[in-house]
């Protein structure tokens, strides 16, 4: 699977958010080592604390269903669903996936003019906290 069609999958995840509160919706897809893709998007909740970002939604139902390999995660969003920059995690999603996924572990960032950028967990979230 290429990172513009993993993007394409995450765009398509991100007209599902529920974001009234923020008007910021995002969408994930994130890729398994079995070529499984599992879509997320975010879910806000008047209770901002049981909200959940778009990143942990797809890691959950991946996880959930016994996944426990993945190879990449693409994430798009913006204000209003227009994704004028990039969007990274946050750092709450960052250390969910420090869980399961290595420092090499690829992350995808795409906007509505088609741009991509590929970082990894690494230099998302280096020197993650680790039992």
Do not use: W
């Amino acid at each position: 699977m290429t990172d513009q069609q993993l993007l394409e999958m995450a765009k398509g995840a991100m007209q599902f958010a529920y974001a009234p509160y923020s008007g910021f919706l995002v969408g994930a897809a994130l890729l398994c080592d079995d070529g499984m893709v599992y879509c997320g998007c975010n879910i806000e909740n008047a209770s901002f604390g049981v909200t959940n970002c778009a990143e942990r939604t797809a890691l959950f139902k991946a996880l959930s269903e016994g996944k426990r390999h993945f190879q990449a995660i693409a994430v798009i969003g913006g204000q209003n669903g227009v994704c004028s920059d990039f969007t990274t995690p946050c750092g709450m999603c960052r250390q969910a996936l420090s869980e399961f996924c290595k420092a090499d572990f690829r992350i995808v960032l795409g906007d509505d003019s088609g741009s991509i950028k590929t970082m990894t967990l690494g230099n998302l979230l280096p020197g993650a906290f680790q039992l």
